[in-house]
């Protein structure tokens, strides 16, 4: 039975799991553009020691970085664009494709009219392309053959 004043505290492996989901995603105070984890300072080693015992005493991620963010600023969470920036990229993704399928549609349009005007030159501008006088010549030869 616990006493009084100990808290319940987290097992080691919860504990552990905590700590390598903030220090991979929560950016380092002493090394700028990069990870809790990533950041090769001894203070960051530290600082790794200091979520981890707060998470086997039982504290949430919330209040981890919570605390954190009181400690260091919200530069310690990342970056989060601003949602104009978010919204006005997916925009022009979309305005981009449609201007694709336009495009596309009026190209696709044209092609089948010049491809419809054009069969019977095509016959004789195909390389291999047999006429109808020298298949009738072939045939006039293959007839003679055959009278032997």
Known sequence: ??????????????????????????????????????????????????????????????EIE??????????????????????GSAAAGLVGVLLLGWAGRRWLRRRPASVAAAPATAAAVQPGAVSRAERDKLDDALDELDEF
């Open 66 to 87: 919570q605390g954190l963010v009181e400690r260091f600023g919200p530069q310690i969470i990342g970056y989060a664009p601003q949602p104009v920036v978010l919204y």
């Open 1 to 62: 039975m616990l006493a009084p004043t100990q808290t319940p505290s987290v097992s080691d492996a919860d504990a552990e799991r905590l700590l390598s989901q903030l220090s991979n995603e929560l950016m380092s105070p002493y090394c700028p553009g990069r990870t809790i984890s990533s950041c090769p300072s001894d203070q960051a080693r530290k600082l790794e020691d200091q979520i981890l015992a707060q998470a086997k005493a039982g504290k949430g991620r919330a």
